[in-house]
């Protein structure tokens, strides 16, 4: 999976790009074909926004289903891990609905005798 971090009028912190790739890696434990993701922060200059003053927009592209997330928070690391959750939790859903739920009633069920 290549992972790429675009910024739009903000400076990342020291640890963003390794604690992002740690957590974007950890998503391939699902059977989702992800081959590319896009993580984009940016930053909000107007001081009234203050707890809103970052953003972060994740996109996935591949194969499989596109994935978009955004979150905003008071700096990058929060936003990312808000907006990480959201896409977990839409890999979540297309990964239960893959599933294969093979249940038999007692109706259905053959007899062995």
């Known amino acids: 999976m290549k992972i790429i971090i675009h ?3 903000a400076e990342l912190a020291s640890d963003f790009k390794s604690i992002a790739e740690e957590k974007l890696q950890s998503m391939e434990r699902f059977s989702v074909t992800i081959d590319r993701i896009e993580v984009e922060v940016l930053h909000e200059a107007n001081p009234r926004q203050g707890k809103n003053s970052h953003k972060v927009v994740i996109t996935s592209h591949g194969s ?6 955004e979150a905003s928070a008071f700096n990058d690391l929060a936003a990312f891990d808000e907006a990480i959750k959201n896409v977990e939790l839409q890999i979540r859903k297309i990964h239960e609905r893959e599933k294969s739920h093979d249940r038999h009633t007692l109706r259905t069920m053959k007899t062995s005798d």
């Not at 499989?64 to 997330?69: D, E, I, S, Y």
């Open 7 to 9: 910024t739009r009028h």
């Open 64 to 69: 499989g289903p596109l994935l978009r997330a």
